[in-house]
């Protein structure tokens, strides 16, 4: 006689108190059915229930020191959740039709000192929906020393490709010169529409080098399109009561490049300018038009969640308040205050030690910077312990020591960490 198999509905009906919807359940109660061992299925079955939740998207508490970590949604957001409609293409003047580029992309404009934007789902299409609008079939030239992968498959002559533009390639990996562009630009065989500058983000060349800038190709007879990448909107960061921070030397910034005479600029909105992600096409309103009107802008716009995100980051930046953006409020946390809250951490939970660190900006910009930061250290790898807490804590391993960095943990989530490593114990 076999054993009767145990129901598949009672067992998922036993773990209701887990919070998932019944089908995941009783898909975790299948999974357990499967696995075939009688003995303890009710433990098995929330096991797999757990795995189910543990997939779902989360906070959690990033203790790398990483600011904008990959992994981890790159910029910290704050999204507030309410179930309302709003006038995402609603003029609320007149009651007609109104744009979704007139609220957050206007406000990324003012920013950027600049005619005109437009928002679009990352940085990726930003650049793609550029060349598919500008230079489709035509002539796009770029410096071979710029043709570079940024990661995630983001690898500028594909893109070019994808987009319909003729690549053409200037100078050499290592040494590009003005001269190299203007005799591109004016041979004709290239059909040259537009000519892209993009900043190499997360690498660089040193030694015997030379590029050419964004004023100097401004001099050329076709618009500069600047991929700078990374969003910083104003070299002078008028949002910090101290002004730039020394760790953002030479990072290109949107309202500089402008000025410099690029005709646009693309970014990322969840890298140094701290929003959800996002991509930023700014600059003169007749190619940034240009843009709007392309098949594929339809194809790659965000919705009213990302566009709300961005706004409130805009506003943030338009009172010059850093401290709105917890990005940069992260970035320029005080070493003094950082050194305390690991005293408080390793107090209040008897374990660690506090140490000194360094955080890094992350998210494939500014290859090789670090700040200075402080934290807590403990011998041993605890990084599969802290992740499996609740918010999970994610941590850094070095050297056999579990590294938790405290400029990136959230002022709210220091008591997570006291509880997790109390209970490491
Ligand atoms: C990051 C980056 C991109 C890609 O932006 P995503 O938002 O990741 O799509 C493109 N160009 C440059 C220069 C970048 O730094």
Not at 72 to 95: I, M
Not at 110 to 129: F, H, Q
Not at 178 to 188: H, I, K
Request: glycine share 10%; hydrophobic share 45%; net charge negative.
């Amino acid at each position: 006689m076999s054993v009767r198999p145990p129901s598949v509905d009672a067992l998922a009906r036993s773990l209701a108190d887990t919070g998932l919807p019944h089908p995941l359940l009783v898909d975790a109660a299948r999974a357990a059915i499967a696995d075939g061992r009688s003995e303890d299925i009710e433990e098995l079955a929330r096991r797999h229930a757990h795995a189910a939740a543990r997939s779902l998207l989360q906070p959690v508490v990033n203790a790398t020191g990483v600011l904008l970590h990959t992994n981890l949604g790159r910029a910290p957001l704050a999204v507030d959740a309410g179930a309302d409609y709003t006038n995402l293409e609603l003029d609320l003047s007149s009651g007609r039709r109104g744009s979704r580029h007139a609220h957050a992309a206007a406000l990324l404009a003012r920013l950027c000192d600049t005619e005109d934007a437009i928002v679009v789902n990352n940085g990726a299409s930003a650049v793609l929906l550029v060349l598919a609008a500008l230079a489709n079939g035509r002539g796009a030239a770029v410096s071979r020393g710029e043709l570079v992968e940024i990661g995630g498959g983001f690898r500028v002559p594909e893109v070019m490709e994808q987009s319909g533009a003729k690549l053409v390639e200037v100078g050499t990996t290592n040494r590009t010169r003005l001269a190299d562009f203007a005799s591109a630009v004016e041979n004709p065989a290239n059909d040259t529409v537009l000519v892209l500058k993009v900043h190499q983000s997360n690498y660089r060349i040193v030694g015997f080098t030379e590029h050419v800038t964004v004023a100097e190709m401004a001099s050329l007879a076709v618009p500069v399109v600047a991929d700078i990448g990374s969003g910083l909107v104003d070299a002078a960061c008028p949002w910090l009561d101290e002004g730039p921070p020394s760790w953002l030397a030479g990072e290109p910034a949107a309202r500089q490049s402008l000025a410099a005479g690029a005709a646009l600029v693309t970014f990322s909105g969840d890298k140094l300018f701290g929003g959800p992600q996002a991509g930023i096409i700014a600059g003169r309103a007749e190619l940034v038009q240009r843009c709007a009107r392309h098949p594929l802008a339809r194809a790659l716009r965000p919705g009213s969640l990302v566009l709300n995100a961005l706004q409130q980051v805009a506003l943030a930046y338009l009172r010059r308040d850093g401290e709105a953006i917890e990005f940069w409020r992260m970035a320029s946390l005080a070493t003094s205050d950082l050194e305390r809250r690991a005293h408080a951490v390793v107090e209040g939970s008897e374990a660690g030690k506090v140490e000194k660190m360094a955080s890094v900006p992350g998210g494939g910009t500014l290859p090789g910077i670090e700040i200075d930061s402080w934290g807590v250290v403990l011998d041993g790898d605890h990084t599969a312990a802290l992740r499996a807490r609740t918010p999970p804590i994610i941590a850094r391993v070095s050297e056999d020591r579990t590294w938790l960095d405290l400029r990136t943990v959230g002022l709210e989530d220091d008591r997570h960490v006291v509880a997790a490593l109390k209970a490491l114990g």
